[in-house]
Antibody, heavy 120, light 111 residues
Framework: QVQLVESGGGLVKPGGSLRLSCAASGFTFSDYYMSWIRQAPGKGLEWVSYISSSSSYTNYADSVKGRFTISRDNAKNSLYLQMNSLRAEDTAVYYC?????????????WGQGTLVTVSS | QSVLTQPPSASGTPGQRVTISCSGSSSNIGSNYVYWYQQLPGTAPKLLIYRNNQRPSGVPDRFSGSKSGTSASLAISGLRSEDEADYYCAAWDDSLSGHWVFGGGTKLTVL
């Protein structure tokens, strides 16, 4: 069965950095676009970024462009999100989700999420 | 605020039919598919409806979706207590370089 397991969340000071990871299993990881989606405490969902199956294409929400970098390692079935210059408004649960390519099924599987708290 | 507009709350009694609306624009709902996600308390979202009105395997046929112009709706018939959750609509938005957008979410309460 498809499994997505995020890790790497935690408490970080404003201006700091954090790297999230997502370990995928149960499907051919290299065949799929992958995305990060976040949810601030008590708030709705916000798409953050996606990456194509071969890493050729990436796309970011304006709110994180220039600060966050998505990447993947198909040999390790892993997805990453490097987050720099973190702000209080980046505090959220970050979900790894399968898909994101237009025309294909988006976000059909989600991980359990990892909490990122940005606070001094 | 969210690009897609949903009512913040909805409610119904067991057995009733409820609908949740999602309003967008020509750059998102008006020209792309709509997707719906269900988020039970304390859990990750789950895909409920794809391509406007299709149900993934395992989703009961009590759940149905529709789209007209720049708006979409999720209908839940035969409401059950386990349907109490947050519901989100989503669509691709063609503006700028293109990006995914979500509604603000609707909290469904089963009375």
């Amino acid at each position: 069965q498809v499994q997505l397991v995020e890790s790497g969340g935690g408490l970080v000071k404003p201006g700091g950095s954090l790297r999230l990871s997502c370990a995928a299993s149960g499907f051919t990881f290299s065949d799929y676009y992958m995305s990060w989606i976040r949810q601030a405490p008590g708030k709705g969902l916000e798409w953050v970024s996606y990456i194509s199956s071969s890493s050729s294409y990436t796309n970011y929400a304006d709110s994180v462009k220039g600060r966050f970098t998505i990447s993947r390692d198909n040999a390790k079935n892993s997805l990453y999100l490097q987050m720099n210059s973190l702000r209080a408004e980046d505090t959220a649960v970050y979900y790894c989700a399968r898909g994101g390519r237009v025309g294909e099924l988006p976000f059909d599987y989600w991980g359990q999420g990892t909490l990122v708290t940005v606070s001094s | 605020q969210s690009v897609l507009t949903q009512p913040p709350s909805a409610s119904g009694t067991p057995g009733q039919r409820v609908t949740i609306s999602c309003s967008g624009s020509s750059s998102n709902i008006g020209s792309n598919y709509v997707y719906w996600y269900q988020q039970l308390p304390g859990t990750a979202p789950k895909l409920l409806i794809y391509r406007n009105n299709q149900r993934p395997s395992g989703v009961p046929d009590r759940f149905s979706g529709s789209k007209s112009g720049t708006s979409a709706s999720l209908a839940i018939s035969g409401l059950r207590s386990e349907d109490e959750a947050d519901y989100y609509c989503a669509a691709w938005d063609d503006s700028l370089s293109g990006h995914w957008v979500f509604g603000g979410g609707t909290k469904l309460t089963v009375l």
